[in-house]
């Protein structure tokens, strides 16, 4: 180092080694220790004292309003109170931390020399995420707008979308007052009726803090037109039987009404319809018809027809279930398809004969041909042209 040069020494450096010295010497010495606590929490701020020998102690606020004197409150704050004091160290809590209260709380000790630290407290608001619906209801094949928004946080929330487990993105949108940040994330995607009661989650957490994740889920509200099916009787139905026919009805919103009617005629006078239940008792001949359940909302109306066919009851009938009609149709391609086989084998042994055929006329052709030449040409050695044509 030249001369004249000094070097500096980095302001903590100083103060630990000041510290350092005063141990050393069996001087009085205070010390204080950061706090950081979450907003409605409890703070608590410990003054450590080092050969104390009863002189003054004062805690101030960030605003240097004095809160304790020597043990004794000074603000009337009920919010300070002191947890104790010995000769070891001075420690006082703060209930319902606001971030307010944030900042620098000064230990003091009046000795002959005057010794202070100061213990920054750091106030953390932790972030509540809540999720609304942006514009109408969503309905099917449309988009549904929601957003999460988290009005208060300090530092600013990082706010994520989740669906089924997958991460969905969203637009982030942040402001600051003061100390304190809003945040709010968009998200839009389309949905269908199998989205009707599933479930959006918002996530939100405070950057390089353990254990301030916060969720809110959302549950999807899809709108989608009725749709109607009818459970048709198990068995066949004769005179003087009851008939009971059940209507489901799946939509959102439910129909509040189900309608029943007969195509062209109407009602049976026996007939008596309960909610999604259509009931004939006693039924004759002139019940045969077909019967029409509808459901009707405001996203839309459908409907399911069952024909009743009411026999005598000598009369023998061949009840033809689902299984019957699923075996005559399985025999029926099974034979359509035993048929083209033999159609396709047919053709190609008699393509195959036409052209074997064909080969040997043309065999025979041009022998005679060649034998036909050989009269016409004549003269020469005879043994030669018969030799020529054995060939």
């Not at 003054?56 to 606020?61: A, S």
């Not at 994330?185 to 916060?214: H, I, M, W, Y």
């Not at 129909?255 to 039924?283: K, V």
């Not at 159609?343 to 008699?350: A, D, E, G, K, Q």
Request: hydrophobic share 40%.
């Amino acid at each position: 180092m030249g001369i004249g040069e000094e070097r500096m020494c980095p302001p903590s450096s100083l103060l630990s080694l000041l510290m350092l010295l005063l141990l050393a010497a069996g001087a009085q010495v205070v010390h204080t220790e950061n706090v950081t606590v979450m907003e409605g929490e409890t703070a608590e701020i410990a003054c450590k004292l080092h050969s104390y020998d009863r002189s003054i102690v004062v805690i101030q606020n960030p605003n240097r309003q004095t809160l304790f004197f020597n043990g004794t409150r000074a603000l009337k704050d009920d919010r300070f109170q002191l947890v104790s004091f010995t000769s070891h160290q001075v420690r006082i809590a703060l209930s319902d931390v606001r971030v307010q209260d944030e900042g620098g709380y000064y230990c003091q000790l009046y000795a002959e020399d005057t010794h202070h630290q100061v213990a920054v407290v750091t106030v953390l608001v932790a972030p509540v995420p809540v999720v609304a619906l942006v514009g109408d209801t969503a309905t099917e094949n449309g988009p549904v707008n929601l957003e999460c928004r988290v009005p208060r946080s300090k530092p600013a929330a990082v706010i994520r979308w989740y669906r089924d487990k997958k991460a969905l993105q969203g637009m982030i949108r942040q402001e600051q007052q003061g100390k304190i940040f809003s945040v709010s994330s968009s998200l839009s995607f389309p949905v269908t009726r199998r989205d009707n009661g599933g479930v959006v989650t918002c996530e939100a957490d405070l950057p390089g803090v353990k254990g301030q994740r916060r969720r809110t889920d959302f549950t999807l509200d899809v709108r989608y037109a009725p749709s109607v099916k009818l459970e048709p009787p198990p068995s066949i139905l004769r005179e003087g039987d009851d008939l009971v026919l059940a209507c489901s009805v799946t939509g959102n919103p439910l129909p509040s009404q189900i309608s029943w009617t007969r195509l062209n005629d109407s009602l049976p006078i026996r007939a008596e319809s309960e909610g999604r239940e259509l009931t004939i008792t006693r039924l004759t001949p002139a019940d045969n018809g077909t019967y029409v359940c509808e459901a009707l909302t405001d996203m839309g109306r459908d409907t399911d027809q069952y024909t009743l066919v009411v026999y005598d009851r000598g009369a023998i009938v061949e009840q033809q279930n689902a299984l019957s009609y699923a075996m005559v149709g399985g025999v029926l391609a099974l034979l359509v398809f035993v048929l083209i086989c033999a159609l396709t084998i047919t053709v190609w042994f008699s393509l195959r004969q036409k052209g074997s055929y064909l080969t040997h006329e043309a065999s025979r052709l041009d022998e005679h041909g060649e034998v036909r030449e050989a009269f016409i040409n004549g003269g020469g050695d005879s043994h030669e042209h018969k030799k020529e044509y054995f060939i």
